[in-house]
């Protein structure tokens, strides 16, 4: 049996349409509720990567917390077209720590 993956956006209308034009499907959305729903139900129809923006991930830990030890869907927060609140950089920074035992990246010196 063969599974087809699929690749969405999820945040603010303005931040997300573009990425319509690249093929991927693309759901927006305006309430912490209403994305975390939406993740879920992602979740279950075999999307692999879900891009969400940053200002919507910001309301919704919980829920992408449920998927980090998961294969799919990988959750990959996004700058929005209001700039970066860096909480990706953050995850990638969290993620290389727990790896190698260090911060290496951004290590304080």
Request: no cysteine; proline share 6%; hydrophobic share 45%.
């Amino acid at each position: 049996m063969t599974y087809m993956y699929k690749i969405g956006v999820v945040g603010d209308r303005d931040s997300i349409l573009g990425f319509k034009a690249l093929g991927l499907d693309v759901f927006p959305v305006l309430e912490p509720d209403e994305a975390s729903g939406l993740i879920n139900k992602m979740a279950r129809e075999n999307y692999a990567v879900i891009f969400i923006i940053e200002s919507v991930a910001a309301g919704i830990h919980e829920t992408i917390d449920r998927y980090k030890n998961v294969p799919f869907p990988a959750i990959i927060p996004i700058p929005g077209n209001q700039g970066s609140l860096g909480l990706g950089i953050e995850e990638i920074k969290k993620n290389v720590e727990k790896a190698i035992g260090a911060d290496i990246l951004f290590g304080d010196k």
